[in-house]
């Protein structure tokens, strides 16, 4: 049974969304301010003008990490289509997110767990952006096997 494109794109949107929540989830903390407490994520400040470390409620984090993640998931989702273009998205993938970890590891040092935290969730939208770059490898391969043939 060949299931189509739109549908791969968004079991493929569904499961980023949902392997998001569960990281996010993994990092949630509670923390006491002004004899409140909040539940949330400790993160690096996604903007310049707020201070470097801010601690997120887990649905801010979810919906800004969750749409980028959304997006990226339902692009990979759909484009896997033959065991070919699955193989070469694993292997982009696992390149990408060693790539994205060595990248922003340097916050550990400089910012704590918000800096950990940070490298989780931007190491795992690295993985789905190389995962997502993946799969236009075996196009990309292939023409220029063509090309070659033909001169």
């Not at 273009?85 to 997110?97: C, Q, R, T």
């Not at 060595?102 to 690295?126: D, E, K």
Request: glycine share 12%; aromatic share 14%.
């Amino acid at each position: 049974m060949q299931i189509s494109e739109f549908f791969r794109g968004l079991i493929g949107a569904l499961a980023s969304l949902l392997a998001t929540l569960i990281l996010l989830l993994c990092l949630s903390e509670t923390h006491e301010r002004l004899g409140t407490k909040r539940w949330g994520v400790d993160l690096i400040a996604l903007s310049s003008w707020s201070r470097y470390v801010s601690f997120h409620r887990v649905w801010f984090a979810l919906l800004i990490f969750g749409t980028i993640n959304a997006i990226l998931g339902y692009v990979l989702g759909s484009r896997l289509d033959t065991k070919r273009h699955v193989e070469f998205a694993l292997a982009a993938a696992v390149l990408a997110g060693a790539g994205g970890w060595l990248w922003y590891s340097h916050s550990y040092r400089q910012f704590g767990r918000a800096g950990a935290n940070t490298v989780w969730v931007h190491t795992m939208i690295t993985f789905l952006a190389g995962g997502c770059g993946g799969t236009w490898l075996p196009g990309l391969w292939d023409r220029g096997r063509r090309r070659r043939r033909d001169d």
